[in-house]
């Protein structure tokens, strides 16, 4: 019997999916972080072929049974760079006389896409740190909206949206703006009650920017007026991703999977942000992903 890997990989952890040829799920594991352009090639390739070696001794099978291995991947989805990683892995391959028969790189994205619909067509929206959106049409041709980085685009992000909130923040230290709770929380979660800590903050001491987005979220939640039309004009950029997205895909109904903390967990923008949705658009539907990201590569590694 033939089999295929797909491999989820991230900043804390690579997740492992050995399924038959029919996507039959045989063994799941999980290793460690996989983001190449972090820890370096030779790194990723070690957790690589660690998680190939525990399916094959778990499951008993040999090597040349895996008919193909997919890594989705952050960076994966610049090609030079996938490439990078690919030679990694059958040099090392070769150095140690493991047959390797098809293994490809691939973005955390893409492989996000095809395990949400299970390689049909449909469209992912991704906003965590930062925001993009994939989508996949009837010809199976892919499109992508947003994804331009935290100094031109990624609108609805949680960087996005941290950093209005510590300008709004700053407005008000200055005198410029009235008094929000935004600055209030601010205080109380990091200590940080003026200008000059602010700025120290941020300039000096490389504050997480994206970790702020919380705090207009609560902010927002107590009826501060400020907060709120942060997130009302972020929830608003996202759905024009959707409507992008919808034309490109040429579809009459856009099925779209939310991806992200900022947009799948509780809070005061994934309530507004679907409250949007709803009320704006009777073409558009949010789904749970049919599969997970892994099983997505698994789906991709079968195309190679």
Known sequence: ???????????????????????????????????????????????????????????????????????????????????????????????????????????????????????????????GTGSIMFGKDE??????????????????????????????AARYFDGRAKSTKIAELLRLEFSISTSEELITEVYRNNFNIASAAPIVFDAADTGDKTAQRILENEADELLLHINAMKEKLKVDFLKVSLIGSILTKPNYFSYLFNEKVIRRFNDVKIMEAEHSPEFGAALMAKQL
Do not use: W
């Open 1 to 127: 019997m033939k089999y295929l890997i797909g491999l989820d990989g991230g900043g804390t952890k690579t997740k492992c999916i050995l399924t038959d040829i029919n996507f039959n799920p045989v063994f799941e594991t999980v290793g460690s972080a996989s983001n190449f352009l972090v820890i370096g090639t030779q790194t990723v390739s070690d957790t690589i072929f660690s998680l190939i070696s525990e399916c094959i001794s778990t499951v008993k099978i040999s090597i040349e049974d895996i008919e193909a291995i997919v890594l989705g991947t952050t960076g994966g989805g610049r090609r030079s760079d996938a490439e990078l990683l690919e030679k990694q892995i059958f040099a090392d391959a070769k150095n140690k006389s493991i047959p390797i028969n098809k293994f490809k790189v691939e973005s955390d994205a893409r492989i996000a896409l095809e395990g949400a619909f299970t390689g049909k067509s449909g469209s992912i929206l991704i906003a």
């Open 139 to 168: 010809k199976g041709e892919i499109h992508r909206v947003g994804g331009f980085g935290r100094f031109i685009g990624d609108e609805g992000s949680g960087y996005r949206i941290g950093r209005k909130g510590l300008n709004a």
